[in-house]
Nanobody
Framework: QVQLAESGGGSVQAGDSLLLSCAMP?????????MGWFRQAPGKEREGVAA???????AYHESVKGRFTISKDDAKNTLYLQMGSLDPEDSAMYYC???????????????????????????WGQGTQVTVSS
């Protein structure tokens, strides 16, 4: 059974940094995949934050470019989101997700940004809360 578990959220001040982790003990990467981070604040729709594909390419929401970095550690089966220069607008529940991404990948290239914008990931974690105070 595939299980994703986020950790690392908390309450911080504007300008601080946080590292979110997503353990994926039940997900063996297939030949193609996209992994991603999403967030949802109260009263707002879910928003794609960052994605990482099996081709090594990344995609970011415009609002976090230059501040957030998505990465993974294959030995630990863990996905990360390094968040810097945090702003109160970043406050949200953050979710990690994964998908075989067959519709947007071939053996050489993935368009995980498209999958991120559509939110079409098949496996999701339960979320970790990030609160940024001014």
């Amino acid at each position: 059974q595939v299980q994703l578990a986020e950790s690392g959220g908390g309450s911080v001040q504007a300008g601080d940094s946080l590292l979110l982790s997503c353990a994926m003990p039940g997900w063996t990467p297939p030949s193609t995949f996209c992994m991603g981070w999403f967030r949802q604040a109260p009263g707002k729709e879910r928003e794609g934050v960052a994605a990482l594909g099996s081709d090594g390419r990344t995609a970011y929401h415009e609002s976090v470019k230059g501040r957030f970095t998505i990465s993974k550690d294959d030995a630990k089966n863990t996905l990360y989101l390094q968040m810097g220069s945090l702003d109160p607008e970043d406050s949200a529940m953050y979710y990690c997700a994964a998908d075989p991404a067959r519709t947007v990948c071939n053996r050489a290239y993935c368009n995980c940004g498209l999958l991120l914008r559509r939110g079409e990931f098949g496996t999701w974690g339960q979320g970790t809360q990030v609160t940024v105070s001014s």
